[in-house]
């Protein structure tokens, strides 16, 4: 399903894939020509791959507390936190972003498994003071990030620019629209996510390519930005990590999960894996030799049997390689270990991969 900035990306010549189970842009350049204008200026994409609900009633915080892994209670308005939605095996339902405002919660969601997670959300609702609905049809999203988005996001406000730290978020005027301002990475640079009514997003869209444009950058599809979220060891859900893992083995520990928050659904699997400290497999980075990278799922194997299976892959002008996310079982996941795939070898560079940076780190205990 094409977004509703189709229009803008194929005047620009995007070519266009499938991301997030939505038609968005591939590139509308080389992938280095983006990949530069994310690294050393500003960059502007689509994100309406979202699904968004809101929760309101005066249980919501004591709710949502109890059936998502991040710290809710703590948040006051204009502060916002990620995490998950776990089975009681602790397995990853859902990856779910949520932004405090002062009557109610915004949760940011992907829209390829919004069913599921609004049922599952919705089922645990029972003597409980508080609504759950899903408003993904009023809003729409896009991005601006890099060492200059901050310039360009200033250029196009009509109002004050502030410092905000990860995942806070404020209202702002973005070409007379009033738009909701997510301080937010999606590939380690300083960024954010702008929120805007459905109907205005062109407009939203038009007064942010100008500013980002001015600000010496441009436009990127997703394809430069698989591989900056890569370099960046930022997981993707549905692709890095989905129902069958448990956050541990995804990295996700460290940045989903709050451990002196109390109990919620999946807890007690979190907690055994923390303090026991044993997993048997985990995401690590790895770097391919093959002409082209892998593709999700394909098979590691050593000795003639297979550790493991790549996640997601691309080419990195960083690296000037194809590196990639794979989970590596634990008898040959050590950095510096090397692995077979049909088209080449993997060498493992980072064993986990450690968490993007510039993205909070979630209350642990000592």
Known sequence: MPTLLHQQHAALGAAFGNYFGVELPAGYAPLEVEWTRAR????????????????????????LNAVTSGDIRSLEPGAGAPGLLLNAQGHILAEIE???????????THATAAQRTFETLDKYIIMDDCTLADVSAQWATCAVEGPRAGEALHAARQNSLQELPAFAHE????AG????????????????????PRESIGDVWAALAEAVEKAGGGAI???AINALRIEARVRWFGCDFDDTVIPHEAGLDQTHISYTKGCYTGQEIVERVRSRGRLNRWLSLVEFTGSAPPEHGAKLTAEGKEWGQVTSSAYSPARKAQIGLAYLRREHNAAGETLKYSGGTALVLESPAPP??????APHRA
């Open 98 to 108: 949520t932004y405090a405002l002062q009557d109610r919660f915004l949760l940011l």
């Open 177 to 196: 629209v009033g738009c909701r301002i997510l301080q937010r990475s999606h590939f380690g640079q300083p960024g954010a996510e702008i929120l805007a």
């Open 356 to 361: 993007p940076s510039g993205w909070p780190r």
């Open 40 to 63: 050393e200026a500003a960059a502007l994409f689509d994100t309406n791959y979202h699904a968004v609900f809101e929760l309101a009633g005066a249980d919501r915080a004591r709710y």
């Open 171 to 174: 209202e702002a005027l973005v």
């Open 221 to 223: 599809g997703w394809q």
